[in-house]
Structure formats: structure tokens, C-alpha cells
């Protein structure tokens, strides 16, 4: 897990883009008749506090989110990992 700040390398679109995403999984979830509250929903949430989990892009492969979602995972992980810099040691 990597700890970053959000609120310095968030721009008003990555928040859009990653809510987006969120709602995204959430709907995957739910026409699958399963919980919105599991694992990968919360590492995906806990991108707002900061929290970058190593295994996430492997986790939502491995739960079955479809690629277009997985795409979008993958690109917001990119782009925090692109911000190196801001990590938060902790």
C-alpha cells in the first residue's frame, strides 16, 4: 500500500474521472445481485484518503470487473503513480 496526497495531484477532472469509476464498479456489483461493500469498492474508495493498494488492479481482474472498468482502474493507478513524489511516508 502507498500513501499519496490526493488533494495535491487531484484536479477537478480526476475527480470526476475517479467518482465515475466508483459508480461504475458500484453498478457492476449490483446488476450482478452482489454488495457494493467489498474489497474492491473500498480500495477504490480509499483512493480518496489516499490509500493506493498494490493488488488492486489484480483484485478487480480477479473479481471479474469488466475490462472497461479495469481500464479505468488501471489509469487512475498510473496517474498517482506518475505523482511519485507526492507519496506520504507513514
Known sequence: MKRFDRHEIFTADEVTFHSKTIRMAQDY???N?????NPITNMLNGIWDGYLYDTLIT??????????IVY???KIV???NKKETVYVKG
Request: no cysteine; hydrophobic share 40%; aromatic share 12%.
Open 29 to 31: 456489483y449490483l446488476s
Open 33 to 37: 445481485d452482489q454488495s457494493t461493500f
Open 59 to 68: 483484485d478487480a481482474i480477479a473479481d471479474g470487473i469488466p475490462k472497461t
Open 72 to 74: 479505468r482502474i488501471e
Open 78 to 80: 498510473d496517474f498517482i
